[in-house]
């Protein structure tokens, strides 16, 4: 995974004090027309959902990053 490239990508946000993000950890994503499809039509490939396999990039994600902070 190219971490540096995702770094890039990515823009800070301001946080809101109460959103149902921030209760119950549930978030929607647009990942516009084309992404969704080939996520979709990949996910349906290998028979496993698209929330399952966005959960797991994150988390791998956030794992990478947290070893290059204590570094």
Do not use: C
């Not at 190219?2 to 946080?15: Q, R």
């Not at 978030?27 to 966005?54: C, D, P, V, W």
């Amino acid at each position: 995974m190219n971490l540096e490239k995702i770094n890039e990508e990515l823009e800070p946000k301001i946080p809101e004090l109460i959103t149902p993000t921030r209760k119950y950890g549930v978030m929607g994503i647009a990942l516009g027309y084309e992404l969704h499809a080939r996520l979709k039509k990949y996910t349906i490939q290998k028979g496993f959902s698209m929330s399952k396999l966005i959960k797991i990039l994150v988390k791998n994600y956030l794992d990478e990053m947290e070893i290059k902070w204590v570094h």
